[in-house]
């Protein structure tokens, strides 16, 4: 005799069950992780739920690192492009001496004295005798800060500032910046740091009219490059940035504030002493009125 009971009528296969779309019930998964069984498992087993396949690992490492190869050649293609189409830099000694004839100035002017040299290398640009034309820790730096919006913080070496002089004087945006890289670059390459230095000195505007380390020299202090002391020396590199708010005729206290900043500069780069710098600011600065008594431009 068959057995009877509620249990049993409503089991699955029961006459009064069919057509009701029961289904059997679902074995239980084995304990454990699958695969650990049964390693076909792993062809069905979806893995976010589990550490990815080592294959499938390798698999995307593979084309992180084809991805990122293919942006480094993509760089330096589009670095050896730009390098080929900027002009060449042959005739920078050229175009310095017509900037100088333009403003009645000597062409080339006296050497640069250490005290200026070291003075504008501090402020404007500490890595100048090491970098090869351009600044990729300042480059990055800038580039940060675009992204995260807080501006432009600066960046451009001295051979990219006597690039802009000497080939984009009125040339502005990204564009511009790019071609004063790549000739910074080529500058490098083609003249040595005391040539850059000198042509820098030669054609940079120092402020109330005066253009040329020699003539802002004479102007300001009445002596030659040679004879600058150290708080002037650093107060005419600090006008390169500012020259005519910072003019110190014009602008006495703020040409002082520059002046301070450069002394800084000096010190963090280890050029002079603290208390140097203490001293040096503590001398006020003789100027001439812009007579140029006591020197030749």
């Known amino acids: 005799m068959a057995p009877q009971g509620p249990a049993w009528e409503e089991a699955p296969g029961h006459p009064r069950m069919a057509g009701m779309g029961f289904d059997a019930p679902t074995a239980p998964l084995p304990y454990g992780r699958p695969g650990q069984d049964d390693p076909d498992d792993l062809e069905d087993f979806d893995s976010g739920d589990w550490a990815r396949p080592p294959r499938r690992r390798w698999r995307v490492l593979r084309r992180i690192a084809a991805t990122a190869l293919g942006l480094a050649v993509l760089g330096v293609a589009t670095f050896g492009v730009l390098l080929l189409i900027t002009p060449s830099v042959n005739g920078a000694p050229a175009r310095a001496r017509a900037i100088d004839q333009a403003h009645h100035v000597a062409y080339p002017g006296p050497p640069v004295p250490g005290l200026f040299a070291e003075s504008l290398v501090a402020t404007e640009d500490h890595r100048f005798y090491s970098e090869p034309g351009v600044d990729v820790f300042a480059v990055a730096r800038v580039t940060a800060a675009s992204v995260?919006?807080?501006?432009?913080?600066?960046?451009?070496?001295?051979?990219?500032?006597?690039?802009?002089?000497?080939?984009?004087?009125?040339?502005?945006?990204?564009?511009?910046?790019?071609?004063?890289?790549?000739?910074?670059?080529?500058?490098?390459?083609?003249?040595?740091?005391?040539r850059i230095l000198r042509m820098y000195a030669d054609v940079a505007y120092f402020g109330?009219?005066?253009?040329?380390?020699?003539?802002?020299?004479?102007?300001?202090?009445?002596?030659?490059?040679?004879?600058?002391?150290?708080?002037?020396?650093?107060?005419?590199?600090?006008?390169?940035?500012?020259?005519?708010?910072?003019?110190?005729?014009?602008?006495?206290?703020?040409?002082?504030?520059?002046?301070?900043?450069?002394?800084?500069?000096?010190?963090?780069?280890?050029?002079?002493?603290?208390?140097?710098?203490?001293?040096?600011?503590?001398?006020?600065?003789?100027?001439?009125?812009?007579?140029?008594?006591?020197?030749?431009?």
């Not at 001295?158 to 564009?175: D, E, H, N, V």
């Not at 670059?185 to 005391?194: C, E, S, V, Y």
């Not at 910072?246 to 006495?252: G, L, R």
């Open 148 to 194: 995260s919006g807080h501006g432009d913080q600066g960046g451009a070496t001295l051979y990219q500032q006597l690039a802009k002089m000497l080939y984009t004087p009125r040339g502005g945006g990204i564009r511009a910046e790019i071609e004063q890289v790549m000739l910074g670059i080529k500058l490098d390459l083609t003249f040595p740091k005391a």
């Open 208 to 297: 109330h009219g005066y253009y040329g380390l020699a003539a802002a020299s004479c102007g300001y202090f009445g002596t030659t490059p040679a004879g600058l002391t150290l708080p002037e020396a650093a107060t005419l590199a600090g006008l390169v940035q500012g020259p005519s708010a910072d003019d110190p005729i014009s602008h006495y206290a703020r040409a002082r504030a520059r002046e301070s900043h450069v002394l800084g500069r000096l010190v963090a780069t280890g050029k002079i002493t603290q208390a140097q710098a203490r001293a040096a600011f503590a001398r006020q600065l003789s100027l001439v009125g812009g007579s140029g008594t006591g020197c030749t431009g």
